[in-house]
């Protein structure tokens, strides 16, 4: 666990958690509770994880530490969206083509550094994104390879 102040100490304390503050049993807010069923542990990246063993649902939990003040407010689905469906700027193209020399698929470096792969649709300059797992690739060549970049 890191050694910086733990944000779910407050949590601890609330819940009267029994253990430590980073990884406690306590009664669970979602149903009326005798033995502590409510597991809470803080992951090493800071998440904070709730498991009911007495079988209360996961957003059940979540809803019922909410409504306590115990839990930040949910980001709304739309602005989840757009922070992870951002694309990153293309710094690099890769060209892969098959033995005759046509494009197969272009391999992409964004930044931030990721990749992703696309393959031409037509000769419009229309590309298809592919999920990964797509690409059959069978023998492609990296066309910087060939010495007249054929």
Known sequence: ???QANPDIGLFRALNGRGKPHDFM?????????NP???VTTTKD???LVHCFAGCAQDTVVDALRDKGLWPEQVSTESRKNTKQQPGEIIA???YVTAAGELAHQTLRL???SFR???PASKDGIWIICEWGQLEIGCLLRKADFPNGR
């Open 1 to 3: 666990m890191p050694s």
């Open 26 to 34: 306590a009664l669970c807010p979602a149903h009326a509770d005798r």
């Open 37 to 39: 069923s409510l597991h």
């Open 46 to 48: 800071g998440a904070t």
């Open 93 to 95: 193209k890769y060209d």
């Open 111 to 113: 930044e931030p550094k």
């Open 117 to 119: 792969q696309r393959r």
